[in-house]
């Protein structure tokens, strides 16, 4: 009796805890953060690797406080700037209460031959955690028929054995009720870390950097090189008037690619300002009065004094992919 009074209360305790969210580039990570907190916080676009910092989200409901850990994707890149993103990604690991590792299933379910190589960065190191570990299988919209999923379950089943698979849809949400559920019952019982109203542990500053930086993406797609960093010079508010005035400095490394970010007669770089404020505004509830210039400086993706110098220690492990990752997967 004395122990199942025990682990009724258990149950009820509240829990907190950090979950890293791992797994190859664009496997959705950053959708699957976005739908969790029902509030957009991490960028998302079609394009692989655009995370570049490890971004923690802030779920908070009455049994939990959940803090998931967005890290850039585990991929086998050579390269400086390659070999700090991935020690990123493990850090993120090493301080996390469990693991949960997100696969592209539509991407495996057509090209099977694609998930050794994609896992084998972490194959061997998530087989050996003794922490819980959670399989999620995303993109599940896209099939009609789910049967599809059933080799791909066993084969993922077979590598990590000890991991609990869910498929899920990040994009609909689908799956992810029941997952969330099982990732708080294995969390500490503790009460929470963070203030009820906190949505990321990053500085909102920096949610602005990442807002303008997903138009960039958005806006040129093809075009633009992953060689693109936004520098936040002013943020300044004023909470009487309720108003928001932001310069910031958008990095290129060739006059190039300067070119192609302001637009003929500065018409790409004013639909980026346009977007990215409207997004900025939305977010901190306040009129924002966005100013954006391009500089080039040639080679800063190699220059990591560089990258600390814009992005605060806390970010200087922000990477960059090579074009050469960018593979076609039709």
Not at 108 to 117: G, I, K, Q
Request: with cysteine.
């Amino acid at each position: 009796m004395k122990k199942k009074y025990s682990d009724a209360r258990r149950q009820n305790e509240h829990r907190c805890g950090w979950v890293a969210l791992m797994g190859p580039p664009n496997a959705g990570k950053s959708t699957l953060l976005n739908t969790f907190l029902g509030q957009k916080l991490a960028i998302v676009t079609p394009k692989p690797q655009t995370t570049r910092n490890q971004i923690s989200g802030i779920l908070t409901e009455p049994d939990a406080q959940v803090i998931f850990m967005d890290t850039p994707g585990i991929h086998q890149q050579r390269g400086k700037m390659n070999r700090v993103l991935l020690q990123t990604a493990w850090q993120a690991l090493s301080g996390a209460d469990a693991i949960l590792v997100i696969l592209d299933a539509s991407l495996y379910v057509d090209r099977p031959d694609y998930l050794e190589n994609d896992i084998k960065p972490m194959r061997e190191a998530i087989a050996a955690e003794k922490r819980p570990v959670f399989a999620a299988l995303n993109k599940i919209d896209v099939f009609h028929d789910k049967s599809k999923l059933l080799p791909l379950l066993q084969e993922v089943q077979d590598i990590w054995s000890s991991a609990e698979l869910f498929p899920v849809s990040a994009l609909t949400g689908d799956g992810l009720d029941i997952l969330l559920k099982k990732i708080k019952a294995v969390l500490p019982a503790a009460p929470a870390q963070f203030p009820t109203d906190q949505l990321s542990t990053v500085p909102m500053r920096f949610m602005g950097a990442e807002i303008i930086r997903e138009k960039l993406f958005l806006k040129l797609r093809q075009e633009l090189p992953y060689h693109v960093a936004v520098e936040i010079e002013q943020w300044s508010e004023e909470p009487e008037r309720r108003l928001l005035t932001i310069h910031a400095v958008i990095y290129v490394g060739r006059s190039t690619h300067k070119a192609m970010v302001i637009g003929k007669g500065g018409q790409t770089i004013k639909e980026i300002g346009t977007q990215a404020r409207m997004d900025i505004e939305a977010l901190t509830d306040m009129k924002v009065h966005l100013e954006l210039w391009v500089k080039v400086r040639e080679g800063w993706t190699e220059d990591l004094n560089f990258l600390q110098a814009i992005s605060g220690a806390s970010e200087a492990a922000e990477a960059f992919p090579s074009e050469e990752f960018d593979r076609n997967r039709d």
